[in-house]
Each structure stands twice: as structure tokens, then as C-alpha cells.
């Protein structure tokens, strides 16, 4: 069951995109957790969150972007140039951050040089940085603007009912994955890191009905597997920016007795968010959920409120270190993580903090090291 999970995590052009491909179903990619998924689902659109593994090189980045900037878009950038994403119908484009919003810019004018990589549909879906009712209602106007151009470009209807019915489905595999998070908490460990973070990441790029049937089948099993007794492996959590390369999780885990019970990363739970309500207007709930819910560095003035969920996460999951992670460059999980580590070591919580590179300049070597070092403090 978990090769189905790690197939759709672990590639760009994955099986369940090629299947869905075949089928002659659309497909619309999206750079950020705050794109609602619903309303493509709504539409028999798949949404795809853009990913830039399987990087080799960053000649085309390079020449848009330049050096001093987060390597992630770029990587995205760079498999776009490559043609990798032309089996898109779509793609939008979210101000996740300054380094995202370049990414807007830098893809079309890159497809002055490189035709056929801006595909017909290509648009840029505004997000507010406070959760203000000013902000829920302008956030509503864009959602509705979205579902206005998706309705245009793909000669689609996306009624009320529609979005009522898939807030049902996904708020089916929310629960689900609340039950997994659940699991991972109690101190008898059933699943690894690894695996529970190649689920969720699976949940990004394949159809969602598919995914919940496949993400029941995991609880169920997990529910009736027997764990190891007096498990002794250290409990971490991982936070911080872009990763959704599975094998950094892999590297935390391996040869260091540990195991990952936690995340609060861009990629990942923190993405899915509490159920949205079924009872109210679709699209403000909508509103409500993704944006009010948010727990994302660019939101403004809500530094505590993030502090003291980390800390409820920490405290539910018997956590004994906290592996804080940032891509190069960025400023707002940078800067964040470091007021992170010295509130966090106030309360005796061991915290490591490290900064990195996306996609194929990855430092493994170092990055090991560092987690090493910081496995030797937690075992002292």
C-alpha cells in the first residue's frame, strides 16, 4: 500500500497523474497551500502542487532569478524551462512570498524564450497578509474571481452544491488524517516519519477521492499493527519552510534512533488544516478555513498564536527535540525559526536550527553532520 503513497510523492510525472492524464481529465497546478483544492475538485479538475524535485541544474533559473534568492522557485522555474510541467493545463501562482511572486514574472517572460511553457491558462490568485474581516472578504472576491476564470477556460460549473459536496470529501480524508496524526502521537510508534510524511505528501498531487479511499486502507491497517514495547528512539519534530523531499525526513530518522512524529512545514498536515465547515456559504468557508486557519510566517501579527500551537503540538506528542529548517534566503521562516529556538530553548526544548538549499544543491553531508551533533546533545 505504501508504494502507491511513495510513487505520488516521490515524482513529478507520478502514476496517478498519468493515469488521470490518460483519462483526458484536465490538470491545473498550484505553488501554495492557500489555493483552495476544493474548487478544482469541484470542476473534475486535478490540482497539482508544484514541486521542484528532479532538479539536475539551474541554468534557466539562474538567468531570471540570479543567485541570491530561495531555491525553490527556481527549481520550479527550471523544470518548467525543461518542459516538465507540460502535461499542465493550468497553473496558478499565489504571493506566498516576495520569492513567489517573482515566480509569476520570471515563468512568462521565460516563455518569450521557451515556447509552450506558460500554459493557456496561467493565472495569479492574490492572497492578503491578515485574517481581518477586511481580508476574509477580499479573499473571498479573489476565490470567486478564480472560479469565474476556471469556469471560462475549462467551460465548467462550479455551483454551490458542488463545493458543498467536495468539502465533504475532503474533509473525509482531513479526518483520516487526523486519526494517523493521533497514532503518531501515542508513544507506541506504528508508523515512521518517513512514512506518514510520503502520505501527505501524496495528498498533493493525487485525486482526492482516490487518496482517501488509499489513506482509509493505511489507518485501518496501522490501527491493528502491533508495536514495538519500551520504544527508546528519540521523538523529533520538523518545522519550517518548503520541503517536500521525503528524504530529509529520511536523513533525520536514519542511524540516529529517532523518529519523526511531528511536522509543521509548508508541505504536509499543516497544509490540510482543521475541517471546513459544511453547513455554511462554501465560499466563505472556504475563506475561513484556508485563510483565517493559517499558521504560515506571512501572515501578519500572529506570532503567538503560531507559538502556542507549536507548543500544544510539542506537549501532545512527547516531543525531545525540535529540528528547525529553512531554505537559504528565506526571510520569513529564517527570521521566524530564530524567535522559534529562543522561546522554545526557554522552556528546555532542545531546538536545531539549520538552513539549507532546495532541489539539487542539497548539502546532505553537512545537514548530516549537524543533526548527528544534535542527536549527541539529546543523548547526553
Not at 262 to 289: K, M, P, T
Not at 360 to 369: A, D, F, I, S, Y
Request: charged fraction near 30%.
Amino acid at each position: 500500500m505504501m508504494d502507491a503513497f511513495y510513487e505520488a510523492a516521490s515524482k513529478i510525472d507520478s502514476q496517478p497523474i498519468r493515469s488521470w492524464k490518460e483519462r483526458g481529465g484536465k490538470i491545473v497546478g498550484y505553488t501554495c497551500s492557500y489555493v483552495p483544492s476544493e474548487i478544482f475538485h469541484a470542476a473534475d479538475i486535478l490540482p497539482v502542487r508544484l514541486r521542484g524535485i528532479e532538479t539536475e541544474s539551474m541554468e534557466i533559473a539562474d538567468a531570471y532569478f540570479g543567485p541570491y534568492i530561495c531555491t525553490f522557485p527556481k527549481c520550479i522555474l527550471q523544470l518548467a524551462g525543461k518542459g516538465k510541467y507540460t502535461f499542465m493545463d493550468g497553473v496558478i501562482i499565489t504571493p506566498g512570498c516576495d520569492s513567489m511572486r517573482r515566480l509569476d514574472e520570471c515563468w512568462r517572460k521565460a516563455g518569450d524564450t521557451h515556447p509552450g511553457i506558460v500554459p493557456d491558462f496561467f493565472y495569479y490568485f492574490d492572497v492578503p497578509h491578515k485574517t481581518t474581516e477586511h481580508g476574509i472578504q477580499w479573499f473571498m472576491e479573489e476565490i470567486n474571481h478564480m472560479i469565474s476564470a476556471l469556469e471560462n477556460q475549462f467551460n465548467v460549473s462550479i455551483t454551490p452544491e458542488k463545493l458543498q459536496s467536495s468539502i465533504r470529501e475532503f474533509n473525509r480524508g482531513r479526518k483520516l488524517l487526523q486519526e494517523l496524526e493521533d497514532m503518531r502521537a501515542k508513544t507506541d510508534i506504528v508508523i515512521s516519519g518517513t512514512d506518514a510524511y510520503a502520505v501527505t505528501m501524496a495528498g498533493t498531487v493525487m485525486h482526492r477521492n482516490e487518496f482517501t479511499v488509499l489513506l482509509e486502507n493505511l489507518v485501518k491497517e496501522l490501527k491493528q499493527k502491533k508495536a514495538a514495547k519500551n520504544d527508546k528512539r528519540k521523538r523529533i519534530m520538523v518545522i519550517g519552510s518548503i520541503s517536500d523531499d521525503i528524504s530529509l525526513i529520511q536523513l533525520v530518522e536514519k542511524e540516529n534512533e529517532a523518529v519523526v512524529v511531528a511536522e509543521n512545514l509548508c508541505f504536509g498536515v499543516r497544509y490540510e488544516g482543521a475541517e471546513i465547515s459544511e453547513n455554511d456559504d462554501a465560499v466563505s468557508a472556504l475563506a475561513h478555513a484556508y485563510l483565517g486557519e493559517s499558521k504560515c510566517p506571512r501572515m501578519y501579527g500572529k506570532y503567538k498564536e503560531r507559538l502556542a500551537s507549536l507548543k500544544q503540538i510539542i506537549d501532545r506528542t512527547h516531543i525531545d527535540g525540535v529540528i528547525m529548517q529553512n531554505v537559504r534566503f528565506c526571510d520569513l521562516h529564517g527570521s521566524e525559526n530564530g524567535l522559534f529556538e529562543r522561546d522554545l530553548e526557554k522552556e528546555g526544548i532542545p531546538c536545531l536550527r539549520i538552513e539549507r538549499e532546495y532541489g539539487p544543491l542539497v548539502e546532505t553531508g553537512r545537514l548530516k553532520m549537524r543533526i548527528d551533533a544534535f542527536f549527541e546533545r539529546l543523548y547526553k
